[in-house]
């Protein structure tokens, strides 16, 4: 199942906006980065954690994001695409500068393997403040 969404799931935020600090709940471990042939981009690989009901919220990566949910089960929002569930073994692919959120949904631990494809030297994520435009209607 392809689902724009996650990873996202794997960074957190800071008061600058990028997605250097921890978020509480939630846990990034970049497991390794490597230039690319195509100059000026970088694979990132990281391991993204979620408590039960932790979240991370609206924001985007300078690039592609392909992501395995290795354990749990996640809620993507993903902008111009109904929400989607994912669950241990689904895979979700989110395009560049796509604004996505993820949530654990499940009862226990999440885990997601994300593999990111960006641009070298900008932040691998970016907080979207929230407004009209990006903040869900209540349901």
């Not at 354990?71 to 569930?85: D, I, M, R, S, Y």
């Amino acid at each position: 199942m392809v689902a724009a969404g996650a990873a996202a799931a794997l960074a957190a935020v800071c008061a600058a906006g990028s997605l250097k600090a921890q978020q509480p709940g939630f846990k990034r471990v970049e497991l390794q980065r490597h230039d690319l042939s195509a100059q000026g981009r970088e694979v990132v690989q990281a391991r993204a954690e979620f408590d039960p009901g932790a979240a991370i919220g609206q924001h985007t990566h300078p690039g592609e994001e392909i992501g395995y949910i290795l354990e749990g089960t996640l809620e993507f929002e993903v902008a111009g695409k109904p929400n989607v569930t994912l669950k241990a073994g689904e895979s979700f692919f989110i395009p560049p500068e796509t604004i996505h959120a993820a949530k654990n949904v499940g009862k226990g631990p999440a885990k997601v393997l994300a593999t990111y494809f960006v641009e070298k030297g900008k932040p691998l994520a970016t907080m979207v403040k929230a407004t009209a435009a990006t903040t869900p209607a209540p349901k």
